[in-house]
């Protein structure tokens, strides 16, 4: 979803295109004429929508005075660009979005609304207002503007938080256990929560689905099981409810035509035939059989059947899902307790017995059984908020056994699933190293399954996120395994999440030298800097960079032979790391190897003049730093070439008043420099 930015060209640092703008009135006027506002996150929209107005009118005004704009004013713009667009995703998001997932994540949309104010605010801090020629209303306005998003706290309806409070409530109720007490939804109130949130209608009801549906197959590559069973049971909630709400005269009237039948045959309630029930709903038949579901289960592709038939496919030798042609990634069957629940409410409202499937004694069944027996009654999908940690706890524990225990292939999707849980938040990543799973991952590292040493690196990467998990990693004696598969990786994935690992690890201080002080280390990532993709040299260059911080790694880095590649890399456009290759030999001029092997190089000069006029403002600073760092300490040669060059001078005056606090400061000192320089030939620079 993410949109590339408008490039735009700049000449004596005015913005004559006026490419930039007219993107900023395009895209702010985009969103100041968004109508039908969604039902839920409705003030944080209609309070951003409110304050892009007022931004939209300080950029018509600022078009209509076709006046240059001063320097300084175009990263601010080119900030609040970043940030008007995203604004434009995120609403766009709500208003396309299904209401009850959006309701379910409430806290986590309210809080990207505050992030992208508290942004605005950061950039409308280095807005020149009086360098612009705009009126006092204008001035005034965006002024309040300012003083309002410096002001602005995170703010979460609360009468949205009681609908999302409610509707988990009524949820959970119908667990299991209330199951067998014949605990029953509350369709009335149920109904309240979903009209308020804009589901009153057939139709409204039917596109919610595909918003859920859509969402259910979004998340399949990234939210693991755990958050598709969660949306496949708001749906099943979502069309229980239309089922019910919709058709209540359809169904008094079936209900009495049943008992008219029992009255008259006197038949045995548990030999009834599925020819002669009520029309059931298709939500609540199995896809394989088209029958009445008993005891549904859902399995990894997130799709729901009826335990005994999708037991009778999974033992015949089937390992893909039946509806999708997805491979399952692993045979756990996990109760759908949601629509469960609303089974027993649908057959006790329509006379209809149902018949526990888990009372057969089928060897199919029972072998179906023991596959999910670690599963059963360990994850509660319906309680997302309130018993996720008890879910992840009981899946990764169960994970782990199959890493521990299982065949390559069960641990080959073991690893999978653990990556995908890992990818999800801090918590996970701390119940999943609680629950013993680092170690066995470690030693999946030199599996020769391709498939599993990939997926067993990529969780180590997921899981090193949380700091408390970087220890734990280098205490089971990680690093060399993440070396070799740096190294000599089976995938090229697998080499460049290894990097990555690298990086995410040496964070820490004491990581950087335990890693530096690998022989094998460097030189790995110097090799993925020349071979990787485009992903993987950027993963290298990060990595090495955290390395190069402390001090003894310089040297290692610089003769494993970085400076060459990154000095090409800055020539290579494609590359795509251009700030990153600047940051890391920048750190490098920091010892006595690197600043002679970065000195060899005749090209590196005018790249720098270059990148001082177009470069982005890190790498701006970066630039500056080098040339600074270059003409020190018997750099005369290279200040010479600087002052030969007709756009050095402009290019360093230009950022003395334009540049970062840090790039005025170094080209205050580099000017001075060149003017000493430039006085011993007796023609000082202005």
């Excluded at 010479?640 to 080209?667: C, E, V, Y």
Aim: charged content about 20%.
């Amino acid at each position: 979803m993410d949109m590339a930015l408008p490039p735009f060209m700049g000449t004596s640092g005015l913005l004559p295109t006026g490419t930039l703008l007219e993107s900023l009135i395009h895209t702010s006027h985009e969103i100041s004429s968004m109508e039908n506002l969604p039902s839920v996150q409705m003030r944080n929209v209609s309070t951003m929508i409110r304050r892009i107005k007022l931004l939209y009118s300080l950029f018509d005004e600022i078009q209509e005075t076709k006046c240059p704009l001063p320097p300084s004013s175009i990263l601010c713009l080119t900030e609040l660009f970043s940030v008007i667009r995203r604004v434009k995703l995120l609403i766009q998001g709500c208003k396309d979005g299904s209401s009850l997932w959006g309701l379910m994540q409430i806290e986590l949309v309210s809080n990207q609304f505050y992030v992208l104010v508290k942004e605005m605010g950061r950039a409308l801090d280095i807005l020149p207002l009086s360098l612009l020629n705009i009126t006092a209303d204008i001035r005034e306005q965006v002024e309040l503007l300012h003083r309002q998003a410096k002001r602005a706290e995170l703010f979460v309806d609360a009468k949205e938080l009681r609908r999302r409070d409610d509707l988990l409530e009524i949820m959970t109720s119908n667990n299991e256990k209330n199951i067998k007490n014949k605990g029953f939804i509350d369709m009335g109130r149920l109904k309240e929560i979903l009209s308020s949130i804009g589901l009153t209608s057939p139709l409204d009801y039917e596109e919610e689905i595909s918003k859920l549906e859509a969402e259910a197959q979004k998340q399949a590559g990234t939210g693991g099981l755990i958050v598709v069973s969660n949306i496949n049971n708001l749906i099943s909630l979502v069309s229980f409810s239309k089922s019910i709400i919709f058709t209540s005269g359809e169904n008094e009237k079936i209900k009495e035509d049943i008992k008219q039948r029992s009255a008259l045959n006197r038949y045995d309630p548990s030999l009834i035939s599925q020819s002669v029930l009520p029309n059931i709903p298709d939500e609540f038949r199995c896809p394989i059989s088209l029958d009445l579901m008993r005891d549904p289960v859902i399995v990894a592709s997130g799709h729901t059947y009826d335990r005994n038939s999708i037991a009778q496919w999974i033992n015949s030798g089937h390992h893909t899902c039946p509806k999708s042609g997805q491979r399952l990634i692993h045979m756990a069957l996990i109760p759908n307790y949601t629509l469960k629940s609303l089974l027993h409410q649908w057959c006790q409202d329509n006379n209809v017995p149902l018949v526990e499937s888990a009372s057969s004694s089928s060897t199919d069944l029972e072998r179906s059984n023991s596959k999910g027996k670690l599963c059963e009654n360990a994850i509660d999908h319906i309680s997302a908020m309130k018993a996720a940690a008890d879910a992840v706890k009981m899946t990764a524990e169960f994970l782990v056994g199959k890493l521990a225990m299982g065949s390559p292939e069960i641990q080959s999707q073991a690893a999978y699933e653990l990556r995908l849980l890992a990818k999800t938040g801090m918590d996970n990543r701390r119940i999943i190293a609680e629950a013993g799973a680092i170690p066995f991952l470690v030693t999946l590292l030199s599996s020769h399954d391709p498939r599993i040493q990939e997926n067993a690196v990529t969780a180590l990467l997921n899981l090193s996120i949380f700091d408390n998990n970087k220890i734990l990693i280098m205490a089971a004696g990680a690093i060399d395994s993440i070396i070799e598969v740096l190294q000599s990786g089976k995938t090229m994935e697998a080499r460049e999440n290894a990097a990555a690992t690298i990086f995410s690890l040496s964070m820490i201080d004491d990581c950087k030298v335990m890693i530096g002080g690998r022989p094998r280390a460097i030189p790995a990532l110097v090799g993925l800097l020349r071979e990787g993709t485009t992903a993987g040299k950027k993963d290298a260059a990060t990595a090495l960079f955290n390395l190069a911080v402390y001090n003894a790694n310089k040297a290692s880095v610089v003769v494993a032979g970085a400076v060459p590649l990154l000095i090409e890399l800055l020539m290579d456009d494609k590359a795509g790391i251009t700030d990153d290759a600047l940051a890391v030999l920048a750190l490098l001029l920091g010892c006595r190897e690197g600043l002679e092997e970065i000195r060899k190089c005749r090209v590196l000069v005018p790249l720098l003049i270059d990148l001082l006029r177009f470069g982005s403002a890190k790498g701006k600073e970066n630039s500056i730093t080098l040339l600074l760092g270059l003409c020190k300490d018997g750099g005369e040669e290279v200040a010479r070439r600087l002052l030969i060059n007709p756009s050095s001078i402009p290019s360093l005056q230009s950022l003395t008043t334009d540049g970062s606090l840090k790039a005025r400061r170094k080209a205050d000192a580099l000017l001075r420099l060149l003017n000493r320089c430039c006085s011993q030939s007796h023609n000082p620079v202005g």
